[in-house]
Every structure is written in C-alpha cells, then in structure tokens.
C-alpha cells in the first residue's frame, strides 16, 4: 500500500470516528431532552423500548471506534491493509467496503467456518 492509500484510509476513518462521536452526543441530547414520565403505561414502555434499542446501537458504535482507533494505529504502524492471519495484503476493495477489516476475505471466510462448526457442536 502506497503513502497516498494510507492517507485515504487515514482519512475515512477519521472521518467516520467523527461521524460516531456527533450521533453519539445527539443521542445523549435527545435521551436528555426526552426525559419525561409519560401517564399511559403503553407509551412508557414503548419509550423505555426505544431508549434501549436506541443505548445498545451507541454501544455497538463505541465499540466500533475503538476498531477505528486500532486500524489508525497500523497505519501509523505500515501493519494496515495486511492480514493478521496470512500476512497477505488486504484487497483495497475489500478495505473500501470494511476499513477497519483485519483479516483478507479468505481467512474471514475461513475464520466464520471455524466459528459455524464449533458453534454447532
């Protein structure tokens, strides 16, 4: 991977940790502003329902920053866009479509088989 594709990838994952972090704080704004008892017991719960969905999508995106902040940090390291399990280079389709990707399609593929088999036993 040449200078000028790093910084691209430097680049869109800066801008998607950015992108996490302000639906992060209008998430917390909206939770804050729609603190409110509501008298129908229905619509309560429905809240309650939606604040949990709405808490455990942050969750997921939290931690997909610190996915963020490892990817940036094997750029920083020349380790990105190679796999962790082959060390073979990443397709730049593939990291186009999964920047914070760390294993090559086929070790992926061969990785969720593993996971399917012992799953199933």
């Not at 972090?21 to 209008?26: D, G, Q, S, V």
């Not at 309560?44 to 490892?70: C, G, H, M, V």
């Not at 730049?92 to 992926?108: F, H």
Request: include cysteine; charge should be negative; charged fraction near 40%.
């Amino acid at each position: 991977m040449n200078d000028r594709q790093r910084e691209y990838f430097r680049a869109k994952l800066l801008a998607w940790k950015d992108e996490i972090i302000k639906e992060a704080k209008l998430t917390l704004q909206t939770l804050q502003e729609e603190n409110v008892n509501h008298p129908d017991l229905a619509d309560r719960a429905s809240s309650e329902t939606d604040r949990a969905i709405e808490l455990r999508a942050r969750d997921r995106q939290r931690k997909l920053i610190s996915k963020i902040d490892a990817a940036l940090q094997r750029i920083e390291d020349n380790t990105y866009g190679y796999c962790e399990e082959t060390g073979e280079p990443i397709s730049l389709k593939r990291l186009e479509a999964r920047p914070i990707a760390t294993l090559s399609v086929e070790a992926q593929e061969r990785h969720e088989k593993r996971e399917k088999v012992y799953r199933d036993e």
